[in-house]
């Protein structure tokens, strides 16, 4: 079973309120976290990125006030008190270049001896897009083209420096980019970057069979996660890959308790901390794209239809066609008899894995056996101890399994991950 660490940040699984929370943005939170994960023999420490502050009618969403630092500047910081811990930056391939990005990775990979990883994404906006010269943004199709190509020069140019460190130029001609000279960071000692990606669309799935060392997923339910790794494992082939050459790692959260009751309450008493009643509205105003402050959180679901053309929310990735949404939304609010803030709590419950440390252990396992995951990104609710509990009860009991490391056994990440190194294709 392979573990990452998601630093929660700035995000809807973030508990603000809680005592315990704490600075999303000091230096200190990040180091807790990744020494806990670390301490845990984690395969690595994942962050995510930010390029523009998301708005909601606009103001500027909750979840943003603390700002987003920058990925790779951060795990340079962690490279220095760390010694084994993989360390994952989400880096955006519509708004870099490759040669500058290729730079920066293959410098990390040399920081930390090895341990440096990319999530891919792409941007879905032209919001964000407003915040870069070249402003707007990319059609779909456009966007997974230029992703691929720009993997694809990266890895042309930590090639370009030789195993035995001599440098060769390079020259890359293609629909995105044009681009030659040489290369200034020698082989790295996992000879490239892990590449991680980000995406469920068909497209999505195809640029990861074709392209990344690992995929982070969202599908947390059983049913879901044997689908979507049987489709993406099944598309290695056609690109000359084996199933162990891709690791499919859904993002998930967890609660635990000392017993599956105390668990359960516990994680009932979080949501209502994550959907506050202005939380519940938000969250109805991104679907319904209508200002719906004069609506009651305790009361029903608006009758009127949403507005797919609305600007109101800017920045977030939404939860789908907002018809379709509203309507099984409705469906679920009328069977149940649930309110707005009730509803949004049920409709978007982020626990994946709840129970005592046993349970939820055996659930993990139970996840890795039916082939819907090859290991998990967990989320924790609590900046930066949320994490602890996990490493202290839970990791002890996968290691008894024998499903878990109790040491590190290699230096690089690839090596954590049972991933080949690269063959050198100079």
Do not use: C
């Amino acid at each position: 079973m392979h573990l990452a660490a998601h630093f929660p940040g700035v995000n809807s699984t973030t508990v603000w309120a809680d005592p315990r929370s704490g600075s999303q943005i000091d230096f200190s939170s990040f180091e807790h976290l990744a020494r806990t994960a670390e301490r845990g023999t984690f395969d690595f420490f994942f962050l995510a990125e930010g390029l523009r502050l998301r708005e909601h009618g606009g103001r500027v969403h909750d979840l943003d006030v603390v700002g987003r630092p920058e990925s790779l500047t951060v795990l340079a910081a962690l490279a220095a008190v760390t010694d084994r811990l993989g360390l994952a930056a989400t880096v955006n391939t519509t708004f870099n270049e490759p040669y500058e990005l290729a730079r920066r990775l293959a410098t990390l990979d040399h920081l930390s001896e090895g341990r440096a990883a990319w999530n891919v994404v792409t941007s879905f906006d032209a919001f964000t897009g407003e915040n870069f010269r070249r402003g707007g943004y990319l059609d779909r199709a456009d966007r997974y083209t230029r992703a691929a190509e720009f993997v694809a020069t990266a890895r042309e140019l930590w090639d370009t420096w030789t195993p035995d460190g001599i440098p060769r130029p390079f020259s890359h001609q293609g629909q995105h980019f044009a681009i030659e000279g040489e290369f200034t960071v020698p082989r790295s000692p996992q000879g490239h970057p892990v590449v991680i990606q980000a995406g469920d669309s068909p497209e999505g799935r195809e640029f990861a069979a074709s392209a990344a060392d690992v995929v982070f997923t969202r599908h947390g339910t059983l049913e879901e996660g044997r689908a979507f790794y049987a489709d993406v494992k099944g598309r290695l082939a056609a690109y000359g890959r084996r199933p162990d050459e891709l690791k499919i790692m859904p993002g998930v959260t967890f609660v635990l308790g000392d017993s599956d009751a105390d668990a359960q309450e516990r994680a009932a008493g979080i949501r209502l901390q994550q959907v506050s009643p202005q939380n519940a509205l938000l969250a109805l105003e991104q679907v319904w794209g209508r200002d719906l402050s004069s609506y009651d959180p305790d009361g029903p679901l608006p009758g009127i239809d949403p507005d797919p053309e609305s600007s109101l929310v800017q920045g977030r990735v939404g939860h789908g066609d907002p018809f379709v949404v509203a309507a099984r939304w409705r469906a679920l609010s009328e069977a149940k008899g649930l309110s707005i803030r009730q509803t949004v709590i049920e409709a978007t419950g982020r626990q994946s894995f709840i129970g005592s440390p046993r349970t939820v252990a055996e659930r993990l396992i139970e996840f890795v056996a039916a082939k819907a995951a090859d290991g998990f990104i967990l989320v924790p609710h609590l900046t930066p101890g949320g994490l602890d509990d996990f490493v202290d009860l839970v990791v002890p009991l996968l290691r008894e399994r024998g499903v878990f490391r109790s040491a590190y056994t290699g230096p690089t990440l690839r090596s954590h991950l049972g991933l080949a190194e690269p063959v050198w294709k100079g």
